[in-house]
């Protein structure tokens, strides 16, 4: 696929409904988060910065991960032409963040693309997983929600007093599902699904992170200066 123009250092905001984190991206096309960065340095993905507590990360827009995903399930053992690739963007045009929340996404007719001279692959078969997969991650934002008048803002699963990084943190220490929804009566499998899908995605903010591979500065060597004259 051609590489699509963007700009990684300009910083932006844009729709937190509307663009997705490298963890989410990396979630739906299920690939290493090093492999969605990579694509993003290498222009082959679309993304910009934007700022979220003072904190600057790479947002995906919605229509770029779709065109990306898909791409990633006919690659590496196809290569789309032009004309292909025209159909498929002309095809995930309709398919927006609303419909895929409703279910009506799964209803929109997708064009069937020619990846060869005899070779013909359904978008829609294509498109499916991926679907079901940015639909988990819009759930899990909607599950969780930041209340300055709950227990003094921390995550929460809607609806409950129930600290998310709390959830995960018992998760890892190997409670079982079964005993988190006994422990925790007002969760349900859904809503507890969509919390600890949101800790993987959002991991707890701790200590200042280090800086993102895009925005290291070169190191000087040594002898590369002058070295200051002793008094």
Not at 37 to 56: F, Y
Not at 76 to 87: D, E, F, R
Not at 114 to 141: N, Q
Request: hydrophobic share 40%.
């Amino acid at each position: 696929m051609p590489k699509t123009a963007h700009n990684a250092g300009t910083r932006r905001r844009t729709s937190p409904a509307m663009a997705f984190s490298v963890k989410e991206v990396a979630y739906v096309v299920g690939a290493p988060e090093t492999r969605i960065q990579r694509a993003i340095d290498r222009s082959i993905l679309p993304a910009r910065l934007e700022t979220s507590g003072g904190r600057a990360r790479r947002a995906v827009a919605f229509p770029a991960l779709l065109t990306h995903a898909v791409m990633q399930s006919v690659a590496p053992s196809m290569k789309l032409t032009n004309a292909a690739q025209v159909t498929l963007l002309r095809s995930l045009a309709g398919v927006t963040p609303e419909a895929v929340k409703s279910g009506a996404a799964d209803d929109i007719d997708l064009e069937k693309i020619t990846v060869a001279p005899s070779t013909t692959m359904d978008v829609g078969e294509l498109l499916r997983p991926v679907l079901e997969a940015v639909r988990r991650v819009l759930g899990s934002r909607e599950t969780v929600v930041t209340d300055p008048e709950i227990r003094g803002g921390e995550p929460v699963v809607r609806g409950t007093r129930v600290p998310v990084y709390r959830l995960a943190d018992l998760r890892a220490q190997g409670v079982s599902n079964a005993a988190l929804l006994e422990d925790h009566p007002s969760l349900t499998s859904e809503s507890l699904a969509a919390a600890l899908l949101y800790t993987d995605l959002h991991p707890r903010v701790g200590r200042p992170a280090p800086p993102a591979p895009w925005r290291v500065k070169p190191r000087i060597s040594a002898g590369s200066g002058k070295a200051k004259a002793k008094k």
